[in-house]
């Protein structure tokens, strides 16, 4: 299936061009070559694909000729060094020269996830730049990191989720081979590397697989763009061309894992569902495979078939690791800023918080089932927490808003730590997005770039549309340069010193904790009070029991302090302080924190 989509070198030194173009009734290669240009006639098989063979080079330019003399990039590019309207280069490979050929990976129980854009993530907005980071992340106690969408995609700079040229990583970050020295040098580091994709829909711009037919859904529709053809015969290919993708990235790159945009939006009635063979695809690739391949879900409510294995026996797992759990942002949210609805769904600050920690969500659905909020008596067992991905902001949630503010600075510097306290020390696999570590003053703004005028206009109103409770007078155009620039995070030595020490406290004290085989679902009781603004966690393991509590509330509420009851060895602390002369008591200011071992009570 690799080789089935896309050019293929061969040993004798040519190059196998194939793409399935069901549409076409004829197809000519075009291969630019030291300034001439061959134009060669594809033969056409029997189910839709064309081949033509031909010795070419890497590095060399190619597109395909359609019926109506119209010239297109290859749907299976590698690369594309002019951009989703220019022509394919040849990228061959094989010829770079993996350093690093024992990376071990991690467990996905043990993730510590951190998300960035590789457009910002550094001044250089590059490949090469975020390299130079590396360092400072494996220092914080980060064993992996998520980039977001490379996919080729319409101008300049885009968050990535406006991908058409899904085999070919974005030209304005560098090479593909750049993006390869990127994750061998993320391997040296210890480092596993997760890709975003997006199999729910193609951008608006350059799009050209309409010509080709068969890769787009005539009744599946998104509102960002064309839906992929999954049911609709012919779809086998189509279906096909998803799985290779999927593989590529795992194989060509030696990326680590793949995290799926918006499973819901990917429109499939048949059976299995696409979201199956991709598990299934995952499944037969880990039974050969050296290190753990990750694949983790963006469903956006609990979905319990996603993380069952896949079961020729007629049952609906859909063989996922983990889902991305957005009820514990928004729980923590409903608390820390109130009224600020970031959600189609709506969370209560008073008590869901106390069924998250207890639970592990709030609201539940299926891709064949609508979500629904599943109230704590209809379900009163916790899921498997292990398999949940956390976090307390992340690219959405920072870039859905008009100021593209941080949580820091929509609350205060120690509201920020205490959530992040909560969020490193449960079970759910915690996710960081680049710069919270240090509480970077960089907002996170949405932004792409598209050349077509409807669809400069439709971005510039679809914002202020899709989220009409904010006011969005002030805010940079999506379109602008300044939205990218005021984007980059900066480097961490302008940052808060003191929350990234306390990030990598909280980590390395997460990492020891599950060493002991001590922070578990299984060893969790956890609540929340709303009355005291408190969260206690306790994990108890044999004659010890480690207690997590956290206070959260508004930055302008009237917060008392609080007494609570500990009598062992304090860990971490913040905005807290024994009771002199009451063993056992210790004050909990606003913000605070506390967490330690004591003996099991």
């Known amino acids: 299936m690799k080789n089935a989509f896309g050019p293929r070198f061969l040993e004798d030194g040519t190059v196998q061009f194939r793409v399935w173009a069901p549409a076409c009734d004829s197809l000519h290669l075009r291969l630019s070559q030291n300034g001439t240009l061959l134009r060669l006639p594809m033969e056409r098989q029997a189910d839709g694909f064309f081949e033509s063979k031909a010795a070419a080079q890497s590095g060399e330019l190619y597109s395909f000729e359609l019926p109506n003399g119209q010239h297109r990039p290859d749907p299976a590019s590698r690369f594309q060094p002019e951009g989703v309207h220019g022509p394919s280069q040849l990228v061959d490979d094989r010829q770079y020269q993996w350093e690093c050929q024992s990376f071990a990976g991690t467990a996905t129980a043990n993730l510590v996830i951190y998300e960035l854009h590789i457009g910002t993530f550094t001044k250089a907005g590059t490949y090469e ?52 020295q990127l994750v061998d040098a993320a391997h040296q580091r210890g480092l596993s590397v997760i890709h975003d994709v997006i199999y729910n829909h193609f951008g608006a711009e350059g799009n050209y697989l309409h010509e080709f037919g068969g890769y787009i859904s005539k009744h599946h529709k998104t509102p960002w763009g064309d839906a992929p053809n999954f049911d609709e015969a012919p779809c086998r290919p189509a279906r096909d061309w998803i799985l290779a993708n999927a593989i590529y990235w795992l194989e060509s790159f030696q990326m680590d894992g793949l995290r799926l945009d918006a499973l819901h939006c990917m429109g499939d009635t048949s059976s299995p569902h696409i979201v199956t063979e991709i598990g299934q695809t995952f499944a037969d690739l880990r039974s050969t495979a050296t290190r753990p391949y990750h694949l983790i879900a963006e469903s956006n ?31 923590v949210s409903a608390i820390v800023r109130p009224g600020e609805h970031m959600s189609c769904r709506q969370y209560d600050p008073k008590d869901d918080l106390h069924t998250l920690l207890q639970r592990g969500y709030l609201f539940a659905g299926s891709l064949h089932a609508e979500p629904q909020r599943v109230p704590p008596e209809a379900d009163p067992q916790s899921v498997a927490l292990e398999k949940l991905v956390v976090s307390i902001q992340n690219h959405d949630f920072i870039g859905n808003h008009p100021a593209g503010l941080r949580f820091h600075q929509h609350s205060s510097l120690e509201l920020h730590r205490a959530a992040a306290a909560l969020m490193l020390t449960y079970p759910a696999i915690p996710m960081l997005f680049m710069g919270e570590e240090f509480a970077t003053d960089s907002p996170f703004y949405f932004f792409s770039d598209f050349n077509d005028g409807h669809l400069r206009t439709a971005v510039e109103e679809g914002r202020r549309r899709e989220y009409p409770q904010h006011d969005w007078s002030n805010s940079p155009s999506p379109l602008s340069v300044a939205a990218v620039n005021k984007s980059r995070i900066g480097p961490a030595s302008e940052g808060d010193l003191q929350t990234r020490l306390w990030y990598r406290q909280l980590i390395q004290l997460r990492q020891s904790w599950q060493t002991q085989n001590l922070l578990t679902s299984a060893n969790l009781k956890a609540n929340w009070s709303a009355e005291d603004s408190l969260a206690k966690m306790t994990y108890q393991l044999g004659e010890q029991e480690a207690v997590v509590m956290v206070r959260l509330h508004p930055a302008d509420a009237n917060i008392k302090d609080l007494t609570v009851a500990f009598d062992g060895e304090v860990l971490l602390k913040q905005n807290g302080s024994a009771v002199s002369g009451h063993a056992g008591q210790w004050n909990l200011e606003p913000a605070g924190v506390l967490i330690g071992i004591q003996a099991a009570r």
């Open 129 to 180: 730049g975020a390299i130079g980071r590396l360092d400072e992340l494996v220092a914080l106690g980060i064993n992996a990191i998520e980039l977001m969408p490379l996919a080729q995609a319409a101008g300049r700079r885009n968050w990535g989720y406006d991908g058409v040229n899904l085999f070919a990583p974005n030209h304005h970050y560098g090479t593909a081979d750049q993006l390869r």
């Open 301 to 331: 409510i609990y979905d319990e078939e996603l993380i069952k294995e896949v079961s020729k026996s007629g049952d609906t797992g859909h063989g996922f690791d983990a889902i991305w759990c957005d009820d514990f942002l928004h729980s």
